[in-house]
Structures are given as structure tokens and as C-alpha cells.
């Protein structure tokens, strides 16, 4: 058979691809002012509509089976197949429908073309499926192809896992299919519109759906979806418009390091509030129960602008800094109705603001009766001291300090010191005691102030330890 080039065979005519029938065909000029057709697409389509099969030795009589066993021998080995046929035409069919032109074919030959997964990719899914993601596979290709890639990446283990056809879901009304849906893992040969169809079932079952899709009739789904993500290099316009997300780079391990440091960044977020909150509720606490217990105020107004200004603040906001937890890909999804204070974070705040302003009365009550006259520069100390014990504390829900490691977070450590050393300046120079209402503190003072200080980040360790004994059991 004549090569055929762009040049000499211009196109005269196409019937576009179509996710149904999934076939493509061009219509060009050939021998003796006739027509040829070329048509491209699934191999069981053409098997199924061609009469013939082209060899060496001529045209022979088409056996269907034998066409699609090779074509599943293919797929059995992770290859994406695609088929070619071909049809001579006096002139243009008219009309130039599918129906006419894509019939009585012969077929031209089978193509295996290998397309493997992304070497993360695999990776990618199993840390999917130790954070309680399940991902779903939605394919174009052959069932067992997609079989083959599905259990490479780890999205289907057994042999026995279901692939269900686009064919087979149309058939299926809703109600039925949500009952099965929970199982199933690969969809093949699925037209893109069917993916609303799809992801409107695992919502129903009450999942959280996550979808990705680049072609304009994925819009629906992407707009249906919890989170519709389009791509955005092979993605078409309409599909980015609907989607609530753009992937720059197409690569499904990027998604998951997304999951990863959205996890991250709403730990931090609630380890801030846990942190600033608490430190409130330590000075209301501190503020409220003196007068209640005949003793006078222990703070003044500008003890109070200086905590929040720079023990809250500075420390608070390396917080950010946080790096994510060992175990942050290992827990399930969180339901987004759940409350920010969920899984004891209120409570944490009443008792640990409790105690801390317990500490801060206990340390007045004990030397405001033992004539000291250091004692509100004390309190004041305990007081912006624990919340940095405080926040050091609160880095993990549940590793200590000490496997974490101090400078695991710099900006946070450097946050610390820093507080430190100005706390430390309203003490001992000179000219801000008269600003601060403080006075210097003897060294005994200094070292009771310190251990005082440090029974709330013992008591938030303890805490620790008995919920991961708790979690163990």
C-alpha cells in the first residue's frame, strides 16, 4: 500500500471522535478520483464493523474473535491498544454520518502502544490509601488494560477486583449502581459523561468526592464534584472554568502532596488557635479568680498589652512554621462538618487555661503572704514563661518535645528565645522597670519563676503520653 502523506492526500473530510461510538474518521483523495476513509479507534468497535482484515497475501474474510483476543493479549500486558480500518468510496457518503461511513470496513491492523505509569505513581497511591483516599480509576482504555496499570500503581491488589465497562454502567440504573459502587475500583472504556454519573453515586453513599478530568464533557462532573480538579496543560478551557482547582503539571503525586500540606496547614492552623486561645484563657483565668480568693489584681493593663503584643504574637506566628507530623498521611479524612474544636481542643483550652492561671494565683497567693515585694513581677513572668512552654508543648498531639527535637522548627525556637530575652529585658534593664511596673528579681526568684513556668508544658506532655497510651490500647 502507498505511504500516505499529509501533502499529497489532503483531508477532504472527518467525522469527528465521539466518546460512544469511540472512533475517528478523515476522508482523502485516492487512485482514479475515488475516496479513501481511514478510521482509527477501539478495536472491538472495528471488529465489530468491518468485513474484512488486510495481510500480506491480500484481503481475508474478518474472524472477530480473533481480533479481539489479540487485541486482550495486548491489554493483558499493560499496552493501550487502537485499531485502523479503511474503505474505498466512489465519492463522499451522503449523507457523511457514522452509520454510513464507518461500516463494511476492512481492517488494516492493531496497534499496542505502551503508556506506563509515572514512576511516583505508585508511591502516590499507596500514601492515598494509608490516609484513607480511595482512589477510583476512570479510563478510556480496554478493561484489562486498565486492569494491568490499575494493579501496577496499586489501585486494585487482588485479580478478582471488578472493572466495570461504560457499556455495562449505562445499563445500570442508579439506585443499582449505588450499591455496588463501594467495590469498585476501574472503570474502562467509560465516556466522559458517564464520570457525573459516577461521582453522583459516591456521593450519595456519603463520600467525599474528589475528581480530576481535562475534556469538555468532564465539566459536569468537575462542577458536580467536592473538589473538581482540571488539568492544566492537556485540560481544555471549559474543564478549567468548571473545576474549583487547576493542576499545573498533570501529575497525580502532586495532588497527593497537596492533600499532604493542606493536612499540614490545618494542623497548624488549629495548634495556633489551640495556642493563643489557651494563653487567654490563662490571663482571664488569672484576671477573674484573684478578687474571687481575697487577692488584688496581679496584672496590670500593660502586662496584658505586652503579653498579647509579643507572647502571643511572635511565637504564634512561627507556628506557621510547623513542619507536618510523622503520622499526618497515616490518619483518615476529616469530615468537613466537623467543628475546629473537635477531638478534645476545647477542652484543652479550658483546663490548660485553668492551670495556668492556678499557677499565676498560687505563685501571688504564696509570696504576696511571705512579704516579697517581686511578687506581680512573678506572676507576670510565670505567666508569659508557661505559654512558651505552652506552645512548645503543643508542636504535636502526640510526640514529645524531645523526639521532635528543639530546632526541628528554628523559626518557632528563635521565636522563643526571643520572647525570652525581652521578657527578660522588662525585668533586669533599668529603664524599662518604671514602663513595666517590674523589679529586678533575685536569681532564687528568677530559678522558682522558671520552674513554676514549666508546669504547664509538663502537664500538656503528660497529656500527650496518656492519649497515645489510650490510642495504643
Same mark, same amino acid.
Given at each position: 500500500?502507498?505511504?500516505?502523506?499529509?501533502?499529497?492526500?489532503?483531508?477532504?473530510?472527518?467525522?469527528?471522535?465521539?466518546?460512544?461510538?469511540?472512533?475517528?474518521?478523515?476522508?482523502?483523495?485516492?487512485?482514479?478520483? *475515488?475516496?479513501?476513509?481511514?478510521?482509527?479507534?477501539?478495536?472491538?468497535? %472495528?471488529?465489530?464493523?468491518?468485513? !474484512?482484515?488486510?495481510?500480506?497475501?491480500?484481503?481475508?474474510?474478518?474472524?472477530?474473535?480473533?481480533?479481539?483476543?489479540?487485541?486482550?493479549?495486548?491489554?493483558?500486558?499493560?499496552?493501550?491498544?487502537?485499531?485502523?480500518?479503511?474503505?474505498?468510496?466512489?465519492?463522499?457518503?451522503?449523507?457523511?454520518?457514522?452509520?454510513?461511513?464507518?461500516?463494511?470496513?476492512?481492517?488494516?491492523?492493531?496497534?499496542?502502544?505502551?503508556?506506563?505509569?509515572?514512576?511516583?505513581?505508585?508511591?502516590?497511591?499507596?500514601?492515598?490509601?494509608?490516609?484513607?483516599? *480511595?482512589?477510583?480509576?476512570?479510563?478510556?482504555?480496554?478493561?484489562?488494560?486498565?486492569?494491568?496499570?490499575?494493579?501496577?500503581?496499586?489501585?486494585?491488589?487482588?485479580?478478582?477486583?471488578?472493572?466495570?465497562?461504560?457499556? +455495562?454502567?449505562?445499563?445500570?440504573?442508579?439506585?443499582?449502581?449505588?450499591?455496588?459502587?463501594?467495590?469498585?475500583?476501574?472503570?474502562?472504556?467509560?465516556?466522559?459523561?458517564?464520570?457525573?454519573?459516577?461521582?453522583?453515586?459516591?456521593?450519595?453513599?456519603?463520600?467525599?468526592?474528589?475528581?480530576?478530568?481535562?475534556?469538555?464533557?468532564?465539566?459536569?462532573?468537575?462542577?458536580?464534584?467536592?473538589?473538581?480538579?482540571?488539568?492544566?496543560?492537556?485540560?481544555?478551557?471549559?474543564?478549567?472554568?468548571?473545576?474549583?482547582?487547576?493542576?499545573?503539571? +498533570?501529575?497525580?503525586?502532586?495532588?497527593?502532596?497537596?492533600?499532604?500540606?493542606?493536612?499540614?496547614?490545618?494542623?497548624?492552623?488549629?495548634?495556633?488557635?489551640?495556642?493563643?486561645?489557651?494563653?487567654?484563657?490563662?490571663?482571664?483565668?488569672?484576671?477573674?479568680?484573684?478578687?474571687?480568693?481575697?487577692?488584688?489584681?496581679?496584672?496590670?493593663?500593660?502586662?496584658?498589652?505586652?503579653?498579647?503584643?509579643?507572647?502571643?504574637?511572635?511565637?504564634?506566628?512561627?507556628?506557621?512554621?510547623?513542619?507536618?507530623?510523622?503520622?499526618?498521611?497515616?490518619?483518615?479524612?476529616?469530615?468537613?462538618?466537623?467543628?475546629?474544636? !473537635?477531638?478534645?481542643?476545647?477542652?484543652?483550652?479550658?483546663?490548660?487555661?485553668?492551670?495556668?492561671?492556678?499557677?499565676?494565683?498560687?505563685?501571688?497567693?504564696?509570696?504576696?503572704?511571705?512579704?516579697?515585694?517581686?511578687?506581680?513581677?512573678?506572676?507576670?513572668?510565670?505567666?508569659?514563661?508557661?505559654?512558651?512552654?505552652?506552645?512548645?508543648?503543643? *508542636?504535636?498531639?502526640?510526640?514529645?518535645?524531645?523526639?521532635?527535637?528543639?530546632?526541628?522548627?528554628?523559626?518557632?525556637?528563635?521565636?522563643?528565645?526571643?520572647?525570652?530575652?525581652?521578657?527578660?529585658?522588662?525585668?533586669?534593664?533599668?529603664?524599662?522597670?518604671?514602663?513595666?511596673?517590674?523589679?529586678?528579681?533575685?536569681?532564687?526568684?528568677?530559678?522558682?519563676?522558671?520552674? %513554676?513556668?514549666?508546669?504547664?508544658?509538663?502537664?500538656?506532655?503528660?497529656?500527650?503520653?496518656?492519649?497515645?497510651? *489510650?490510642?495504643?490500647?
Amino acid at each position: 500500500m502507498t505511504p500516505l502523506r499529509h501533502e499529497s492526500y489532503p483531508r477532504l473530510a472527518e467525522i469527528p471522535f465521539d466518546s460512544n461510538r469511540k472512533l475517528m474518521t478523515t476522508f482523502h483523495p485516492w487512485k482514479d478520483g *475515488r475516496i479513501i476513509a481511514l478510521t482509527k479507534g477501539a478495536v472491538e468497535e %472495528l471488529a465489530t464493523r468491518s468485513k !474484512a482484515v488486510f495481510t500480506p497475501r491480500g484481503q481475508e474474510d474478518l474472524d472477530a474473535s480473533k481480533i479481539l483476543d489479540t487485541a486482550e493479549s495486548f491489554a493483558d500486558d499493560g499496552l493501550r491498544t487502537l485499531g485502523f480500518a479503511m474503505r474505498i468510496w466512489d465519492a463522499l457518503p451522503d449523507p457523511l454520518t457514522s452509520e454510513k461511513a464507518e461500516a463494511d470496513m476492512v481492517l488494516l491492523g492493531i496497534v499496542g502502544m505502551m503508556d506506563p505509569p509515572r514512576p511516583e505513581a505508585a508511591e502516590a497511591v499507596a500514601m492515598c490509601r494509608s490516609a484513607g483516599i *480511595r482512589p477510583v480509576m476512570i479510563t478510556g482504555d480496554h478493561p484489562r488494560t486498565a486492569a494491568v496499570i490499575a494493579r501496577r500503581v496499586g489501585i486494585i491488589e487482588d485479580k478478582e477486583s471488578a472493572v466495570m465497562t461504560g457499556r +455495562d454502567l449505562a445499563r445500570l440504573p442508579l439506585e443499582e449502581f449505588e450499591q455496588r459502587v463501594e467495590k469498585l475500583r476501574v472503570y474502562a472504556r467509560v465516556a466522559p459523561e458517564q464520570k457525573l454519573k459516577i461521582v453522583q453515586a459516591l456521593q450519595d453513599r456519603g463520600h467525599f468526592v474528589a475528581m480530576t478530568g481535562d475534556g469538555v464533557n468532564d465539566a459536569p462532573a468537575l462542577k458536580r464534584a467536592d473538589i473538581g480538579v482540571a488539568m492544566g496543560i492537556t485540560g481544555t478551557d471549559v474543564s478549567k472554568e468548571a473545576s474549583h482547582m487547576i493542576l499545573l503539571d +498533570d501529575n497525580f503525586a502532586t495532588i497527593v502532596r497537596a492533600v499532604r500540606e493542606g493536612r499540614r496547614i490545618f494542623d497548624n492552623i488549629r495548634k495556633f488557635i489551640k495556642y493563643t486561645m489557651t494563653s487567654n484563657s490563662g490571663e482571664i483565668w488569672t484576671i477573674f479568680l484573684a478578687p474571687f480568693i481575697g487577692l488584688p489584681i496581679p496584672l496590670l493593663p500593660i502586662h496584658i498589652l505586652w503579653i498579647n503584643l509579643v507572647t502571643d504574637g511572635i511565637p504564634g506566628l512561627a507556628l506557621a512554621a510547623e513542619p507536618g507530623e510523622k503520622d499526618i498521611m497515616n490518619r483518615p479524612p476529616r469530615d468537613p462538618k466537623e467543628s475546629i474544636f !473537635a477531638h478534645g481542643l476545647g477542652a484543652h483550652i479550658m483546663w490548660v487555661g485553668l492551670l495556668m492561671g492556678a499557677v499565676c494565683i498560687g505563685t501571688q497567693a504564696w509570696f504576696i503572704n511571705h512579704s516579697q515585694t517581686h511578687w506581680q513581677t512573678m506572676v507576670f513572668t510565670v505567666l508569659c514563661l508557661s505559654q512558651m512552654g505552652h506552645v512548645l508543648a503543643i *508542636r504535636s498531639e502526640h510526640e514529645s518535645l524531645l523526639k521532635q527535637g528543639l530546632l526541628s522548627n528554628k523559626p518557632l525556637f528563635g521565636a522563643v528565645l526571643l520572647t525570652f530575652a525581652l521578657q527578660m529585658a522588662t525585668i533586669y534593664v533599668p529603664f524599662l522597670n518604671p514602663i513595666f511596673k517590674t523589679e529586678p528579681l533575685t536569681l532564687k526568684e528568677l530559678i522558682i519563676t522558671i520552674l %513554676l513556668s514549666a508546669v504547664v508544658f509538663l502537664a500538656v506532655e503528660i497529656e500527650k503520653l496518656v492519649k497515645k497510651r *489510650r490510642k495504643g490500647a
